[in-house]
């Protein structure tokens, strides 16, 4: 369920995200919808639907199985070497009015919205449960580098990261309790 639910994100994130960022319409920006990742997320769900990798040979699947073990160890060293830039000017760092919308947005509005999903929606248990823990999470980094890349304002992104972050060590727990008691899982 969860890996589904994370397809849907890299999906909307890859499409959406980019043309959102971009600024074009989808009869303008629709080259920028081709793209690795996007091409990737095809040929995976492609592959597991036909029950492809039975077909593969043992060097494909090895090295998929390796790459897929360095993804954690090499989104922990992107986002240090994204955040570097910023950490090095701390100063700039916090924008008050950004850093307090964004952490009511994504820290109080929209962990209410995922719970009354969550309650609400006639979906599985197992559905209920990734809602409210994506209800509880701050905001993720890669909407920086792909506010970098496709020319967005990167500052504001790390501003949002770092503030929801930093208040989310205290509200995860919080919200993780709250939504487990009021859905009832």
């Not at 090895?62 to 240090?80: D, E, F, R, T, Y």
């Not at 509200?171 to 009832?184: D, K, T």
């Amino acid at each position: 369920m969860l890996l589904v639910h994370n397809v849907g994100c890299e999906a909307a994130i890859w499409t959406v995200g980019i043309l959102m960022l971009s600024g074009l319409s989808l009869r303008v920006g629709w080259r920028k919808l081709i793209n690795a990742p996007v091409i990737a997320l095809i040929a995976a769900v492609l592959g597991n639907t036909l029950d492809l990798g039975r077909y593969m040979p043992e060097v494909a699947t090895n090295v998929i199985h390796m790459s897929a073990a360095c993804a954690i160890p090499l989104g922990l060293m992107l986002i240090g070497a994204t955040l570097m830039e910023y950490l090095a000017r701390p100063r700039e760092l916090v924008a008050v009015r950004v850093t307090l919308v964004s952490s009511l947005l994504r820290l109080g509005v929209l962990p209410l919205l995922f719970l009354a999903l969550a309650r609400w929606l006639p979906c599985s248990e197992d559905l209920k449960l990734v809602i409210i823990v994506q209800a509880a999470m701050p905001a993720g980094i890669l909407p920086l580098v792909i506010a970098k890349h496709y020319g967005g304002h990167p500052l504001t992104a790390v501003r949002v990261v770092i503030g929801t972050t930093v208040l989310g060590v205290f509200l995860i727990p919080l919200w993780l309790r709250i939504g487990m008691f009021w859905v009832g899982v």
